[in-house]
């Protein structure tokens, strides 16, 4: 893309700078996943999760809507990973930890949707349902947390520099990913953080 000067090698039509951004951002992510589980399964897992994550954002950015058939490969992988771990550690709370996640993410999503009339969409609902069986009742609830800390925060500054109005739809899937990843690779630190500080 740089040595072309952003531009197609045949008809020099321009590219937009969004391809090797998010590719770039693919990138870096799978560094700190390597950084974090080093050359395991989970590292794949999580890679291939996070690629899917990330063309979500994308498309929930642009257009507002996330396709189901790409929330239907999260879930797929999500139940073969978890499964996994059942079967090696024979952990029943595996199990257990996933179907609730699953209905603790899902559950309060849709009653957040009722309670805001339409606010949170159906595509949020589902994603953080499936995110739930990957990461836990404990940990989805944090994902959440963190997805509407990082939302409002983003949209006041969007506000504020006048890029968004109050009335202003915003897309609330890339603050669920991002806040995923920040769960996923920090939340068993925070969590811990959090009953040390002020649960003790």
């Known amino acids: 893309y740089l040595l072309l000067g952003g531009k197609c090698r045949y008809c020099k039509g321009r590219i937009s700078s969004r391809y090797p951004i998010v590719e770039s951002i ?3 992510i799978y ?13 794949a897992f999580y890679c291939l999760t996070a690629s899917i994550i990330i063309v979500i954002s994308i498309i929930d950015y642009y257009e507002q809507m ?9 879930l797929i992988s999500a139940v073969i990973f978890r499964a996994a771990e059942y079967f090696l550690y024979g952990r029943i709370t595996v199990f257990w930890d996933s179907a609730l996640g699953f209905l603790t993410g899902g559950l309060l999503f ?5 309670v805001s009339k339409g606010a949170m969409g159906g595509g949020d609902i589902k994603l953080i349902a499936v995110l739930g069986i990957m990461l836990g009742y404990k940990r989805i609830l944090l994902n959440m947390l963190l997805s509407f ?13 006048g890029k968004k109005g109050r009335k202003d739809a915003i897309p609330f899937g890339p603050f669920i990913n991002v806040s995923w990843l920040i769960t996923l690779l920090f939340g068993d630190s925070i969590i811990r953080w959090y009953i040390e500080r002020f649960l003790t």
């Open 66 to 74: 996330i396709p189901d058939g790409l929330i239907i490969l999260v």
């Open 110 to 114: 849709l009653i957040i949707a009722i």
């Open 26 to 28: 693919n990138g870096l």
């Open 149 to 161: 800390v990082t939302g409002a925060v983003v949209s006041i500054i969007l506000m504020l520099l």
């Open 31 to 43: 560094i700190l996943l390597f950084y974090y589980f080093g050359l395991t399964p989970a590292f």
